[in-house]
């Protein structure tokens, strides 16, 4: 199983960037995907997830009205849209799937595939 990230980069406070992440080896449309980040020094932690269909999103409360999570399940990709950030928004961000839906409470832990990260920096 590969879960691949794109997409990361440098950007200005208040401006956008788009995450991708493509999955192979693992049937995709029958695991949670989800987001989580990690900056530095700092632990990781949950930032987004959607389910199997695509029908129910859940967002940590520091991202709730500036990112918004989609899959496409034809192309074995998740997206992340991100908007307004901060520089606190600065960390890796990795994908990852799980096969039940934990919604916001997810923890990182059941979840037996992570990508390998892409960095996201935002500059003052």
């Known amino acids: 199983v590969q879960l691949q990230a794109s997409g990361g980069g440098l950007v200005q406070a208040g401006g956008s960037l788009r995450l991708s992440c493509a999955a192979s080896?693992?049937?995709?449309?029958?695991?949670?995907m989800g987001w989580f980040r990690q900056a530095p020094g700092k632990e990781r932690e949950f930032v987004s997830a959607?389910?199997?269909?695509?029908?129910?999103?859940a967002y940590a409360d520091s991202v709730k009205g500036r990112f918004t999570i989609s899959r496409d399940n034809a192309k074995n990709t998740v997206y992340l849209e991100m908007h307004g950030l901060k520089p606190e928004d600065t960390a890796v961000y990795h994908c990852?799937?799980?096969?039940?839906?934990?919604?916001?409470?997810?923890?990182?832990?059941?979840?037996?595939?992570w990508g390998q990260g892409t960095l996201v920096t935002v500059s003052s």
């Open positions: 990852a799937a799980r096969s039940t839906w934990a919604g916001a409470s997810w923890d990182g832990r059941a979840t037996p595939y």
């Open positions: 080896g693992l049937t995709f449309s029958r695991y949670i």
């Open positions: 959607i389910n199997w269909s695509g029908t129910n999103t």
